[in-house]
């Protein structure tokens, strides 16, 4: 069991940074794949950014390549994601979720369904 706790959400002007931290709890957190979703009022929730267990993998959404960036620290149980230039669209309840080691984690990645635990959300807004 994975409990995980997101922090960082906020109101920034358009262009400026904001850090979203994940925190989770348990003794295996390096033993799985950390992905970042958001979710706008009346939308899907879509894919932002994902990275394997150990880090040296990491995938983006077209919409945020190159301008965020997903990063872990496996020795405090975090996982971040740097938001920079932000844009009005970015606005948004952005959570975090974890999968346990998967064999086509390349395949699977960005797919909510595969995620077996999620935080509660916190919120961004981007204001124009």
């Known amino acids: 069991q994975v409990q995980l706790v997101e922090s960082g959400g906020g109101l920034v002007q358009a262009g400026g940074s904001l850090r979203l931290s994940c925190a989770a709890s348990g003794r295996t957190f390096s033993s799985y794949g950390m992905g970042w979703f958001r979710q706008a009022p009346g939308k899907e929730r879509e894919f932002v950014a994902a990275?394997?267990?150990?880090?040296?993998?990491?995938y983006y959404a077209d919409s945020v390549k190159g301008r965020f960036i997903i990063s872990r620290d496996n020795a405090k149980n975090t996982v971040y994601l740097q938001m920079n230039s932000l844009k009005p669209e970015d606005t948004a309840v952005y959570y975090c979720?974890?999968?346990?080691?998967?064999?086509?984690?390349?395949?699977?990645?960005?797919?909510?369904?595969?995620?077996?635990?999620w935080g509660q959300g916190t919120q961004v807004t981007v204001s124009s």
């Open positions: 979720a974890a999968m346990n080691a998967h064999p086509q984690w390349r395949v699977v990645r960005d797919i909510p369904s595969e995620y077996e635990y």
């Open positions: 990275i394997s267990w150990i880090g040296g993998n990491t």
